[in-house]
C-alpha cells in the first residue's frame, strides 16, 4: 500500500491549535505545578472535548521545547510548571494532592554533605494541608 502516513506528532515543529492555545493557558492560570488530569480539567473550559491523550502529546512537546518543567515528587506523578526565573520548591498537599510553588529557601544545604562532597542541588519538598484544606 503506497499510501501516505500521516506525521507524528512529535515531528516538526508544534502547530498552534485551540487545544494547545488552552493547555497552556491552563498552566498559565493555574500559577501552581499541574497534574495532566487537573490541566485536563481546566483546558475543558475551552474546550470541551479535549481528551487526556491530546493533553499528554501536548504536555509532551511543551517540555521538550522548554515552555514547561518536570516537577518530580517522591511516591507521586510528574506534574508541570511553567519554568521561571529563580530558584524555588514545593508544597504538597496531603489531602486534595495539589503542589504549590514555595519561594523561599533555607539555604546552606552544603554544610549538610559529607566532608569531601560537592553539593550540586538540592530539592525541598514541603508536606501538610493547603490553604484551602486546612482547618
Known sequence: MTGRRSPSP???????TPQRRAIRR??????????PEECLARARREVPRLGLATVYR??????????????????????YELPRAGHHHHFHCRACDGVFEVD?????????APGGFRL?????????LCAGCAP
Open 10 to 16: 512529535d515531528a516538526g515543529p508544534a502547530r498552534r
Open 26 to 35: 491552563a498552566f498559565e492560570t493555574a500559577g501552581r505545578p499541574l497534574a
Open 58 to 79: 501536548n504536555i509532551r512537546r511543551l517540555v521538550a521545547e522548554g515552555s514547561l518543567r518536570t516537577v518530580e515528587l517522591p511516591g507521586a506523578p510528574a506534574r
Open 104 to 112: 523561599d529557601c533555607p539555604g546552606g544545604f552544603g554544610a549538610l
Open 120 to 128: 550540586e542541588g538540592h530539592e525541598v519538598i514541603l508536606y501538610g
